[in-house]
């Protein structure tokens, strides 16, 4: 009877260490917490606007829309006041390069502030994705600790040798240790943020970014593909080059039948091309498509299965109750649990972000 009554006191003192271990560092960090500035909480929206304010691409894009159009008027004076044949091709061809160019840098300018709106998107979901992984590898730290205690009293009681207590103990280490790198994984996702909003990197943030999970679906596939050819920007480059280089081929009078056949071939060229970027982009639609489909049918199994977990905690419990199982059983199972909602998480957010860039059909 005693020695049972030592073993529970034992057991009893190692649950104590292990709770004024948790609570000491819980103080620690709640008092650490009140030293640092709270973090600027940012929204997708609020970051976009960031990084438009401060990209030089797009400021570059815009300078160069607004010469375009100021450049205008005087190739249209040139054109209407040309007195020879040449000079009037000349500033025909001047005039119809600059239309094209501002015709174009409409879209592209719009394009850029779209693709820096998926681009932030996307490093939202990989900090969010990286901070879930980290609380579940510190739930997963606080069982390894109990377990580690645990094992150090069944070490001192002769029940497990000092060699599986050495290796527990190493195991236990080597995992903190291995914390820091999901730190720093974290840590420079927010960097890459910072920099892509072109704001301080000392500046602390938050991100606040909920998928939530809808089905998707596209009655007609095949039409949408041909809309997408006339909206995106590629395609666009590419028949607009086409037509003023038509356009030039038209109005050019070639001094040899090679120079004309020459411009003829280098138009097939540019014909190929826009058939290909028609293909590669039907390919690609095709394939996000094909993964939107595949993403919620992985939802769908993954709901299946927490369900079933969620039934089996439930015996488990019950399990705890008639003394079958201990508590840090049912803990690990719960664990489980946190682990396929995790995932089931990411699975909702990379649904999301392919879907986004489905329907974005201009940026592919």
Do not use: C
């Not at 943030?205 to 939530?212: D, E, P, Q, S």
């Not at 590669?280 to 993403?295: H, N, P, Q």
């Amino acid at each position: 009877m005693k020695k049972r009554r030592g073993i529970l006191n034992k057991i009893l003192s190692a649950a104590a260490v292990i709770a004024l271990t948790f609570n000491t560092g819980t103080v620690a960090a709640f008092a650490a917490a009140k030293t640092e500035a709270a973090p600027e909480v940012l929204t997708v929206q609020n970051s976009v606007n960031y990084a438009v304010t401060n990209s030089n691409s797009l400021k570059k894009a815009e300078e160069d829309n607004y010469i375009a159009r100021e450049n205008h008027e005087t190739l249209l004076w040139s054109f209407h006041s040309a007195v020879t044949e040449e000079e009037h091709i000349k500033a025909a061809i001047a005039l119809t390069r600059n239309e094209v160019q501002t015709a174009l840098a409409y879209p592209e300018i719009a394009n850029q502030k779209k693709s820096l709106e998926l681009t932030i998107t996307r490093y939202f979901e990989t900090i969010l994705s990286a901070e879930r992984s980290l609380e579940l590898y510190d739930e997963k730290l606080e069982l390894d600790k109990k377990d580690l205690e645990i094992t150090k009293v069944k070490a001192e009681l002769g029940m497990v040798s000092k060699s599986a207590l050495d290796s527990a103990q190493l195991a236990y280490d080597k995992a903190v240790i291995n914390r820091d790198s999901k730190v720093k994984a974290i840590d420079d996702a927010y960097r890459t943020l910072r920099q892509t909003m072109g704001v301080s990197e000392t500046k602390k943030y938050k991100v606040a970014l909920k998928f939530t999970y809808k089905p998707f679906t596209e009655g007609n596939l095949d039409g949408y593909i041909n809309d997408a050819y006339v909206t995106n920007l590629q395609i666009m480059t590419l028949t607009e080059n086409y037509n003023l280089a038509k356009y030039e081929h038209d109005m050019t009078s070639f001094a040899s039948l090679f120079e004309e056949e020459s411009s003829v071939l280098k138009l097939n060229q540019q014909l190929r091309s826009i058939e290909e970027a028609k293909t590669k982009l039907r390919d690609t639609i095709k394939t996000y498509y094909e993964d939107i489909l595949s993403a919620e049918q992985n939802y769908d199994l993954a709901l299946v299965d927490i369900a079933a977990m969620e039934k089996q905690l439930e015996i488990k419990k019950t399990q705890l109750e008639l003394g079958k199982i201990t508590q840090i059983e049912v803990d690990k199972y719960e664990y489980e649990i946190l682990n396929a909602q995790n995932s089931l998480e990411d699975i909702i957010a990379n649904h999301e972000m392919t879907v986004l860039q489905f329907v974005n059909t201009e940026l592919l």
